[in-house]
């Protein structure tokens, strides 16, 4: 089997948003789903509800709609790549999202938070140069995916929260 071509989602996003929270590129079971986030042991909807009150197992329509409510976008850094599997070290021949339309259609937003170091990677090396001068506040937020093992759940909640809510 070969690599794929793979191409993400359009942003969860309403043009009050004040915050982006940005992932690389979603992984094969959220591709199958059609949702952000959908593999089950990704703490990112958990984490989610904790800070905004959200119902991590409500339908997927209701978790998008209360964090636009909340004034959250979720995006990711890239348009598409070539992969096998799920996991950001297996990302080829990647392409960035237009963030210049994102931010003239999201004039809001004032801080992005980077799901994990290899979309905040690919945030600096493909979108950033292309910004031109901004006053964005950027932060890196420990991954949420399964594959970060290094932080046990309540410690990358910890960082979220303090992050979120500041």
């Known amino acids: 089997m070969g690599k794929e071509i793979i191409t993400g989602f359009p942003p969860i996003a309403n043009s009050e948003a004040r915050i982006l929270i940005l992932g690389s590129m979603p992984g094969v079971q959220s591709l199958n789903a059609k949702q952000y986030y959908a593999h089950k042991q990704n703490a990112f909807w958990r984490i989610l509800g904790e800070i905004t009150g959200l119902d991590p197992d409500a339908p997927y329509l209701n978790c998008t709609e209360k964090l636009q409510a909340d004034g959250i976008a979720v995006w990711d850094v890239l348009h598409s790549c070539e ?26 937003i004032q801080r992005v938070y980077f799901n994990g170091a290899a979309s905040e990677r690919y945030y600096r090396i ?10 964005l506040l950027y932060h ?13 759940y309540q410690e990358k909640l910890a960082i979220w929260k303090a992050a979120l809510t500041e």
């Open 83 to 108: 992969r096998i599997g799920s996991l950001d070290s297996a990302i080829e021949a990647e392409t960035a999202n237009d963030f210049k339309l994102f931010f003239q259609r999201h004039p809001n």
């Open 126 to 135: 493909y979108v950033l140069p292309n910004l031109g001068h901004n006053l």
């Open 140 to 152: 890196r937020l420990p991954s949420t995916s399964p594959a970060h093992a290094s932080l046990r």
